[in-house]
């Protein structure tokens, strides 16, 4: 049968309204059937079969997973029905990934309009370099005049933008085959160590990761569970394997003896302010407490990044964009009053 699909935004909206419902004193399956009402007819008839299978005895998560929603969000309700706070986790993960996804949208915005620009700037500069620059050379031989500055910077770079372009397609082939040949085969651990290592992307995903862990395992450790019965959690979560290979790794460190916090100072795609955490929850006694205030801190920090990065790209996409016209403009404009002095 054909799968309706849910974008992200959606996904998150069912999600938090199940919260909310389930916040109010509503059983899990009472809540998804009072939401069936504000779901379109397709979406509608898929969640009425999965209701059913919640009623059978179907874990919730897995019932998403059929459903094909985010990762990320499965992720939290599978740990959701671990520690018990359903309501809570709910919430949390749709409005993290309602933020996630509004920062999408405004970065999609912010660039669509600078590329569109850019692309009708290279048609501008390809019409100048090849019909009226050409034209303008030949006149200012003909006439013993030099060409100008721009017009020279101009040529320049349409003799550099072939090479350039080739550069950028050699650059994406050999990104595709690491890719295909190489980091596919690596572990999770692995891959996302690589990945925090590019520019810009990488300390966004440092920070999430980090985050993601903390508020889990802080969930989990206030519900009742310990350290060990957390990651054993983390362990038996198919649907992220990033968090199932940690969780074991972290449990197999533990049985030869060492501390959580030392543990962890190893993984370079989790903050390095998290061990310490660690070490002054346990100290205190407050260990879930003191994970929850810092994946909050994470998700601050994100949010403030993202919008310091927002307000950075735009100035220099316009810059760049504003440059290129300029020299196109005077290009065209300069031999023209050579032309007139000449006369």
Excluded at 136 to 162: D, E, Q, R, Y
Excluded at 214 to 237: D, K, P, V, W
Excluded at 256 to 275: A, C, T, V
Aim: hydrophobic content about 45%; charged content about 20%.
């Amino acid at each position: 049968m054909k799968k309706c699909r849910w974008n992200l935004q959606e996904q998150s909206h069912f999600l938090k309204r199940t919260g909310e419902l389930l916040s109010r004193g509503y059983p899990l399956s009472e809540a998804i059937e009072s939401i069936l009402f504000q779901l379109p007819r397709e979406k509608k008839k898929e969640v009425s079969r999965c209701l059913s299978d919640l009623r059978e005895g179907y874990p919730f998560y897995q019932i998403l997973s059929r459903l094909h929603f985010n990762k990320n969000l499965i992720g939290y309700v599978y740990f959701a029905e671990q520690h018990g706070s359903l309501a809570q986790a709910f919430q949390e993960g749709s409005e993290m990934m309602l933020k996630r996804d509004k920062d999408f949208e405004k970065l999609k915005k912010l660039l669509v309009y600078p590329i569109l620009l850019i692309f009708i700037t290279i048609i501008l500069f390809l019409f100048v370099d090849f019909i009226i620059l050409p034209r303008f050379s030949s006149l200012f031989t003909s006439m013993k005049l030099k060409p100008n500055f721009f017009m020279k910077a101009i040529t320049v770079l349409s003799h550099i933008m072939p090479y350039l372009l080739w550069a950028i397609l050699v650059f994406v082939l050999l990104l595709l085959c690491y890719y295909f040949l190489q980091f596919r085969k690596k572990s999770q651990i692995e891959q996302k160590t690589i990945l925090i290592s590019i520019p810009i992307i990488g300390p966004f995903l440092k920070l999430f990761y980090s985050h993601y862990f903390s508020i889990q395992t802080s969930y989990l450790l206030s519900s009742g569970l310990s350290i060990h019965e957390a990651l054993s959690s983390f362990e038996q979560n198919e649907t992220q394997p990033l968090y199932q290979e940690l969780g074991a790794l972290i449990k197999e460190s533990l049985r030869k003896g060492e501390s959580l916090e030392e543990i962890l100072i190893e993984y370079s795609f989790l903050e390095i302010e998290l061990p310490q955490i660690i070490r002054h929850g346990q100290k205190n006694g407050k260990l879930d407490q003191e994970l929850a205030f810092f994946s909050r801190h994470c998700l601050n920090l994100i949010e403030e990044r993202s919008d310091k990065l927002l307000k950075t790209v735009q100035p220099i996409l316009y810059s760049v964009i504003g440059v290129m016209i300029v020299f196109m403009y005077l290009a065209v404009l300069l031999p023209m009053f050579h032309l007139l002095e000449g006369f």
